[in-house]
């Protein structure tokens, strides 16, 4: 069941599940903040209620996607969405695998997004190094950008770490590249339509073992 927001009791269970259970306590100094683009888009992990209303007010936000997708009993989600409402932000999920080769429905719903939403937009995961990255790199070639720029928002100053599972998000970027190389230039989302393999790219891609460990052991990475 979703935290229940209207009582005391239910405020505290929701900080505690936010704090301890989904790591929270960890973002309240590391805000893994980001600027794709000034006055248009702005990525992050999982904004604190106040760190929420300070971006709303220091960049203009006026709409935050979601790239976890609705979890019910997640404290940080029950709060941010809760926050969201108050300051008047429109609040959207998309979620997003960060170790899985990205889906075309979800991209091209994700595409509808950006569309449709008034900016400046707020993009996060949990952590804000995979999902958000990739997310990041969709929206650069969105806007007819090099898919160099694209990858550099899965980049270690991120926290990202391309040798582990979440690698296959940077080989997806890659996969268009080396499409556009032998083809020549081609719109993002005609190739994602087209010409995108999805059991390919998972077929393809391959990590490292030291690296899983790493994110999935040591970072226990969403």
């Known amino acids: 069941m979703p935290p229940d927001l209207s009582s005391l009791a239910g405020r505290r269970a929701a900080w505690l599940n936010s704090l301890v259970v989904d790591h929270a306590l960890l973002r309240l100094s590391w805000r893994n903040w980001g600027v794709v683009e000034p006055g248009r888009l702005y990525r992050s992990n999982h904004p604190l209620p106040w760190q929420l209303a300070q971006a709303k007010r220091r960049h203009g936000l006026r709409s935050v996607i979601n790239l976890r997708g609705h979890r019910q009993e997640c404290g940080s989600d029950a709060l941010g969405r809760a926050r969201a409402g108050e300051l008047g932000l429109i609040h959207a999920d998309a979620p997003f695998e960060s170790r899985g080769a990205p889906h075309k429905d979800r991209i091209l719903r994700l595409a509808g997004l950006f569309a449709e939403l008034p ?3 707020l993009i996060h995961c949990k952590s804000g190094a995979d999902r958000t990255g990739l997310v990041a790199g969709i929206w ?6 090099p898919v160099a720029a694209a990858l550099d928002q899965l980049h270690w100053r991120f926290g990202h770490v391309a040798a582990s599972r979440t690698g296959i998000l940077d080989a997806f ?19 994602l339509r087209e010409d995108y393999d999805e059991a390919a790219l998972r077929a393809d891609f391959t990590s490292k073992p030291w690296a899983d460990r790493l994110v999935d052991g040591l970072l226990r990475r969403e």
């Open 173 to 191: 970027f890659a996969k268009y590249a080396a499409f556009q190389a032998r083809h020549g230039a081609k719109p993002f989302l005609d190739w």
């Open 119 to 121: 900016e400046p937009i």
């Open 140 to 145: 650069l070639l969105l806007q007819r950008r």
